[in-house]
């Protein structure tokens, strides 16, 4: 169906956010799949009393989202590249969904910092275990990532004692060479700080997805309106 450059405009920008969505999820997907089903790590899904840690609990979370935004994916993929009406329906409907998650877990995020920071840190610290007790390298990766995102250095931050010095940022200055930030304390500190800055991004986060749900229903509704033309058309000839 021809499409003007409004609705053209809007299909690119679903595609380009699509693309973006499903490189996130990919990731969140596949970091929570090797945590869960890593020989190192599935024998904590089957302890009981483990259930309710901080590491199940975040593991869980990054599959179900990994999961939720892939499927999201499919249906706008499909929907945005072949025009079709009852997937774009159904992508807007995740889209919407999503954006009140968004919205809702920023405020209780924001409202319950204290907690969360603990919660963080807890999950910090078993990755922290699991990694010296086992050397997996997708938590060494992690752990990488979040003692670079933080600066801070393992549960000591003292270089000659660290045991996973070898996944810490580079000191800056000379103190650093000696001590760095520990990190649980860090996690807890930064996010009590930055909980406005975590709350923004989820709101953030929140209003990309309106405007992408914007762009589906704009794209929608030019879809609808093609049809409704081709089918007058056709009748009026026949």
């Known amino acids: 169906m021809a499409l ?4 053209v405009v809007c299909k690119y920008i679903l595609l380009i956010f699509n693309i973006i969505f499903a490189v996130v999820g990919m990731a969140f997907l596949s970091l929570g799949l090797w945590l869960r089903f890593s020989e190192n790590t599935r024998a904590i899904f089957s302890v009981a009393e483990l259930n309710s840690s901080a590491f199940v609990i975040g593991v869980t979370v990054l599959i179900a989202l990994g999961s939720v935004m892939l499927i999201v994916v499919v249906f706008g993929d499909y929907g945005a590249c072949n025009e079709k009406k009852t997937s774009l329906q159904v992508f807007s409907v995740l889209l919407f969904l999503l954006a009140i998650a968004e919205f809702v877990v920023g405020a209780l995020a924001y409202s319950n910092r204290g907690k969360v920071g603990e919660k963080l840190g807890e999950f910090y610290m078993s990755l922290y275990s ?19 995102s933080l600066h801070c250095c393992g549960m000591t931050g003292v270089h ?24 649980p304390v860090t996690i807890v500190t930064v996010f ?33 309106r093609e049809h409704q033309a081709v089918t007058t058309y056709y009748s009026t000839v026949y």
């Open 4 to 7: 003007d450059g409004c609705g």
């Open 130 to 148: 699991l990694y010296v007790n086992s050397q997996d390298p997708a938590i060494g990766v992690t752990l990488t990532f979040i003692h670079n």
């Open 160 to 183: 000659l004692i660290e045991m996973v010095k070898q996944t810490c940022p580079k000191p800056d200055g000379i103190m650093e060479h000696i001590v760095m930030p520990n990190c």
């Open 192 to 224: 009590d700080s930055r909980a406005p800055l975590v709350m923004g991004i989820f709101i953030g986060t929140g209003a990309l997805l309106i405007t992408a749900l914007v762009c589906a229903s704009l794209l929608l509704k030019q879809i609808k």
